[in-house]
């Protein structure tokens, strides 16, 4: 719009004067232009604003500008070639021109802009090329006209601020009817697997017992890892169950899932090394059993031999619900544990004797047990248990050097645990140890030919036998002490032949030293030591359907600081 | 103080230096010389004990020199009481003083049956004297601990 002078007068600059009466002097004679131009611009503003003017609102150009209609605008291009048209268009653009566009499409790279003046750059505010979904579609882009390119203001990367992005995760349900594999047809379908796709799928038939796998759209099985796996045990028993959704990450291999806390059935697992046992424990740390799972854990046959861990065992077992695990060893083909003492040779209880009766009692007991850990020469345990709850170890026999190494242990109980048909053949020191204030069950247990005593409970720990047998210990079979107690086959309706025996032992068949020691329908006899049942250091026996050879103190005495001995009868 | 006991050890062990304590029991507690089979009976000191270790097998045993331990007097009063004991010595006292009292002090007068058994009774006070003798002259000595050191105990 151009200025419009007084009418009549030639200077297009000319201002307008009021008229004077009083000194004669006439006032400008405004033109029809001088009121039409400005109300026309002034109702462009309004409509190109989207307002339809009104005499009733005498604030529609403030609201108009206020709108910043005029610079909002609609991409119509393509991918990283926007179009816009606005109204009025755009001749040319001018340093700072401001223009808000709606993205059409994501771009996959540098972008450019007609906006009616020429196709020209969009670039970030610091000169470079847009990236990669810089421009998100449906987006709005405030760009800025520089003089030489448009710069988006609103850029989310280094030069703004964070982005939100509601994006919608891949969805479908499994269809596998097969136990351990994950069937997911997705909808459109997932054409190919990259690093980094990510989709959720809901668990509908099936839960593993084991190794689990993924099949997506028909690309093929990929292994399924568990966040925080080890590469012996990537999955474990009820990480997948039905009802689960669980979120699906590809790394390029295999998926990733962080797998369900809970085994809910019985599941079994197979181990052959060392290696594998303690990965599993490690493993399991991330799983809890419930009361309707179990877990069994089935050792291959062969020797599991040291080095020892930091709690200086072949195999620690640790886990809050151990009471629900079976550690199960493997047993020759037509084999059992040996039933009862019978089946050893106990032929005396001097050294030559118990050396000649070790010999054959090892090859007797490797005629059994095909699952045999086998100690060194240094001090440490085959298996020890460090809790929660009391593990079941089963069918397996520990094999020590068959000389003495002091703090040698068969089976180390340091928390509770459950021995079933278990055997210490040769143990440096002490074949089967229940330390305060663990409680070690054992059901048909043997120590043979250890080095110093067969069974031992110290320190307020418990000791408990169903049946099993101790004989050819170079000292005690059965050795409670320092506040511990130990209790054998407690029921009135056995037999002798049931019960434990406890012979041909260098040292006593049982001794009591500061500890309880009650034993129901065992056998003690042919021992070397001082008493086949002894107390002392305020010690105390108690027998109840006993065969004892010789006690000291005498039944019914009180021997040396208040050790006594109880006959039941 | 130091509390005694009294400590069975196996016959065959005697001549050991660190025999095995197959049982021990309170100096005041009776016990029978029969409770444990094929065992001898001393009376020793706490001290004399060791306590059980990975070295004794896991089983008390007494220390080196344990024979020179042995408590001569408690030994002496074991050895006597099973022989003559304390309610035997009263009862000869006083059958004696009455059979002073009733045929005198000249005892080839006394009856034949008292005279006899009044000699039966001597052989135990002359037991008892030996004892006494052997306690006072093999104290601390590792003869107390055979029995051949001790006097022969007189026909019951």
């Not at chain 1, 059409?104 to 972008?111: K, Q, Y």
């Not at chain 1, 919608?168 to 997932?190: G, K």
């Not at chain 2, 059979?99 to 005198?104: H, S």
Request: proline share 6%; with cysteine.
């Amino acid at each position: 719009m151009k200025y419009v002078q007084p009418y009549g007068i030639s200077d297009p600059n000319a201002p307008y004067i009021n008229g004077d009466p009083s000194i004669a002097r006439q006032g400008s004679i405004p033109p029809a232009a001088a009121f039409e131009h400005p109300m026309r611009e002034l109702v462009n503003v309004i409509t190109k604003s989207g307002i339809t003017p009104s005499s009733s609102d005498l604030a529609q150009v403030a609201e108009g500008i206020r709108s910043q209609f005029m610079n909002y605008c609609v991409d119509t291009g393509s991918v990283n070639t926007l179009s816009v048209a606005l109204d009025p268009p755009i001749g040319a653009y001018t340093f700072g021109l401001p223009l808000h566009v709606m993205v059409h499409n994501t771009n996959t790279g540098a972008v450019t802009i007609d906006a009616g003046a020429g196709r020209v750059p969009v670039r970030k505010p610091n000169g470079t090329d847009l990236a990669a979904g810089d421009l998100p579609a449906f987006g709005l882009a405030a760009l800025v006209y520089d003089g030489t390119v448009f710069q988006m203001i609103n850029f989310g990367g280094a030069g703004g601020g964070p982005i939100t992005i509601n994006q919608t995760i891949p969805y479908c349900v499994d269809s596998s009817t097969s136990r351990n594999l994950v069937t997911a047809n997705f909808t459109p379908a997932i054409t190919t697997l990259v690093a980094g796709t990510i989709f959720m799928v809901k668990i509908a038939n099936t839960s593993n017992s084991s190794q689990a796998y993924i099949n997506v759209n028909g690309l093929g099985n990929k292994p399924i890892y568990a966040q925080g796996c080890n590469a012996n045990w990537p999955c474990l028993p009820g990480d997948i169950q039905v009802g689960d959704v669980l979120v699906f990450t590809y790394d390029g291999t295999r998926f990733w899932v962080y797998a369900n806390p809970a085994i809910n059935e019985t599941a079994t697992l197979y181990c052959s090394t060392v290696a594998q046992i303690r990965d599993l424990f490690s493993a399991l740390g991330r799983k809890r059993i419930s009361t309707s799972g179990f877990l069994q854990i089935i050792l291959a046959a062969g020797y599991y031999k040291p080095p020892y861990d930091d709690d200086l065992n072949i195999v620690t077992t640790y886990h809050p619900d151990a009471n629900r695990i079976n550690l199960i060893g493997t047993m020759n083909a037509g084999q059992s544990p040996p039933p009862n003492a019978n089946v050893f040779s106990r032929s005396g209880n001097d050294p030559v004797h118990r050396s000649n009766d070790a010999m054959y009692n090892k090859s007797m007991l490797e005629s059994r047990y095909a699952t045999i850990f086998q100690l060194d020469s240094n001090p440490g345990a085959a298996i020890g248990s460090k809790g929660g709850g009391a593990i079941n170890i089963q069918n397996i026999l520990v094999e020590g050097p068959n000389f003495s190494v002091i703090g040698q242990v068969g089976f180390s109980a340091r928390a509770n645990m459950y021995c079933i048909g278990c055997t210490a053949w040769g143990v440096g020191d002490i074949g089967f140890m229940a330390y305060g204030p663990a409680h070690l069950s054992c059901a048909v247990c043997h120590a043979c030919a250890c080095a110093s005593r067969g069974f031992g409970a110290t320190g307020s720990a418990q000791l408990d036998f169903q049946g099993g047998s101790s004989e050819g210990n170079a000292s005690h079979g059965i050795e409670i002490s320092h506040g511990a107690r130990c209790t054998s086959d407690f029921t009135e309706s056995l037999t002798l032949d049931q019960g434990l025996y406890s012979t041909h032992n260098g040292g006593c068949g049982l001794s009591a030293q500061s500890g309880f020691g009650m034993l129901w329908w065992a056998t003690l006899n042919t021992n070397g030591g001082p008493a086949d049942m002894y107390a002392w250091n305020m010690g105390t026996i108690a027998e109840r359907h006993c065969s004892i050879g010789t006690v000291s103190p005498a039944w019914g005495a009180e021997g040396n600081l208040n050790s006594i001995s109880i006959n039941y009868g | 103080m130091s509390q005694n006991y009294q400590v069975f050890i196996r016959s065959t062990d005697v001549g050991a230096a660190n025999p095995v304590v197959v049982g021990m029991y309170p100096e005041t507690r009776p016990v029978d010389n029969d409770t444990h089979a094929a065992t001898s009976i001393y009376m020793l000191p706490i001290e004399a004990i060791v306590q059980p270790t990975d070295a004794t097998g896991y089983v008390p045993t007494l220390v080196d020199n344990w024979q020179s331990m042995i408590i001569a007097s408690s030994m002496g009063a074991m050895h006597v009481e099973a022989n003559f004991a304390l309610s035997a010595q009263v009862e000869s006292l006083r059958e004696t003083v009455e059979a002073m009292m009733k045929y005198g002090t000249d005892v080839t007068k006394w009856p034949p049956d008292v005279r006899t058994k009044k000699n039966t009774v001597d052989e135990k006070w002359k037991y008892v004297d030996a004892v006494k003798e052997t306690m006072r002259t093999k104290a601390g000595s590792h003869e107390l601990a055979s029995s051949k050191s001790w006097p022969t105990p007189p026909k019951q």
